[in-house]
């Protein structure tokens, strides 16, 4: 069997392997070192350029299965890719425990005053008089209760928090109080104090974020966008920080990355921006790599493959 791999780590899997597998390597440009016209499997890295995806896929007609370290493959699925019938399975849950945990300090950052708080610092101004908040008791809705979803879950419920979830075809789940449908999330704004958005960017999800969400949403409520930033209508997000229509919000990814210098996201003094890091781990190879590895075994062997994507759904 050969099968299209990149080039970043290829050592890595060659190890794995062995040697009746044959290799053909690619670049980051796309450039394949080796015959790819026989090759079955494609395993993509991350900040896969599609260039290097169209190059991949005309020289390989034979390919049957495409597997892409990412979680969301919104980039991938175009209407060309569709045609070629690929089994696509993604990187889902090789993220969630890194992205998980930034939630939280998302949370305890906005709730314990820390950007208030180091400004004094570097003021040199003691001042103890911040209206400083807990989490216990605080609710958090997390739209798109998947496995990032059920992480954050697992970490919100340890600090006392209660929390409502929202997924496509909803089920009672461990941590949550409580699981809607994805279109029933909207009449809980109310109850929420901490919104985290963690589905899939779709022809769905797109812009869903908008005025009249945010309008339903509690003043004292702060939003927290771990997925895409095409989810969150970016302009009206603006006004509703700039108005106080909600408190505040932390953002890792933005409509267009990297945040122009011209946002004005920069200098709201109500928004936390973190560059699209939340995901970022030591770990993250090795459960990339254990992933593909397991699904490879399962692959040669005729058994279901994890994490495969819908590709009418978009994930």
Request: glycine residues 6%; proline residues 6%.
């Amino acid at each position: 069997m050969k099968i299209i791999i990149p080039k970043d780590i290829a050592t890595e899997l060659e190890a794995h392997l062995g040697d009746e597998i044959k290799f053909v390597r690619v670049d980051s440009e796309g450039n394949l070192d080796g015959d790819p016209t026989d090759a079955e499997v494609y395993f993509s890295w991350f900040n896969l350029k599609p260039t290097t995806l169209h190059r991949v896929l005309e020289a390989a007609p034979k390919l049957r299965w495409h597997h892409a370290p990412n979680a969301g493959v919104n980039h991938i699925i175009t209407p060309k890719y569709r045609e070629r019938n690929l089994i696509l399975t993604n990187g889902s849950g090789v993220h969630a425990i890194p992205i998980a945990e930034f939630v939280i300090a998302y949370m305890l950052s906005h709730a314990k005053q820390l950007p208030k708080l180091y400004q004094q610092q570097q003021a040199h101004d003691w001042q103890r008089g911040l209206a400083i908040q807990e989490l216990l008791d605080k609710t958090l809705l997390i739209i798109g209760a998947g496995g990032i979803g059920q992480e954050i879950a697992s970490r919100a419920k340890a600090f006392g928090m209660r929390i409502f979830g929202s997924r496509r075809h909803p089920q009672p789940l461990p941590n949550f109080d409580k699981v809607v449908g994805a279109d029933e999330w909207k009449a809980l704004l109310s109850e929420v104090e901490y919104v985290a958005i963690a589905t899939p960017l779709t022809w769905d999800t797109k812009g869903m974020i908008d005025a009249e969400v945010l309008c339903l949403m509690r003043p004292d409520a702060y939003l927290i966008n771990i997925a895409r930033g095409g989810i969150v209508d970016e302009l009206a997000l603006v006004k509703a920080l700039q108005n106080g229509t909600i408190a505040g919000a932390a953002l890792d990814t933005v409509f267009t990355e990297p945040l122009p210098p011209e946002s004005l996201l920069w200098s709201l003094p109500n928004v936390l921006i973190t560059p699209h890091c939340s995901g970022n781990s030591p770990r993250t190879k090795e459960r990339s790599l254990a992933l593909f590895l397991d699904n490879f075994t399962r692959y040669r062997h005729g058994q279901p493959l994890r994490n495969v994507v819908d590709q009418t759904a978009g994930y």
